[in-house]
């Protein structure tokens, strides 16, 4: 399937879909701070759907490999989305990228995947 991803999100939680496990591994939404608050909007707008669509007890793996997203500012736009519907957000696990990809200290750029395993109630 090809799709746009807002647009099927939001068809799909018109049509009332629902789901016990949703994964969200979007493209780089912000590749520098001068289109950070435009990603974080992105990154807000698709989560809360996809919230939307998770059954009680739900899992949402959700990340972000923009690096110029801050693990910090990332749970913080879940906690908002969550907060919009209503829903609580426990975090289970955090991730970064695989062992080829290095996080190299004194290197910052190279720490640049977030992947939240959350289950919403």
């Known amino acids: 399937m090809e799709a746009n991803a807002f647009d099927l999100l939001k068809d799909y939680a018109t049509a009332g879909r629902q789901y016990d496990i949703i994964v969200l591994?979007?493209?780089?939404?912000?590749?520098?701070?001068?289109?950070?608050?435009?990603?974080?909007?992105?990154?807000?707008?698709?989560?809360l759907r996809a919230m939307k669509m998770l059954r009680p007890g739900g899992i949402l793996v959700t990340c972000s490999c923009s690096f110029v997203v801050g693990e910090d500012d990332f749970a913080a736009m879940l906690t908002e989305a969550a907060?919009?519907?209503?829903?609580?957000?426990?975090?289970?696990?955090?991730?970064?990228?695989?062992?080829?990809?290095?996080?190299?200290?004194?290197?910052?750029e190279t720490h640049y995947l977030k992947c939240f395993i959350c289950e919403l109630t």
Request: proline share 10%; charged share 30%; no cysteine.
């Open 25 to 47: 591994d979007p493209p780089a939404f912000a590749r520098s701070r001068k289109t950070l608050p435009a990603a974080m909007r992105g990154y807000k707008e698709m989560n």
């Open 83 to 108: 907060q919009d519907v209503h829903r609580s957000v426990k975090l289970l696990e955090k991730r970064a990228q695989a062992k080829d990809h290095p996080i190299l200290l004194g290197v910052p």
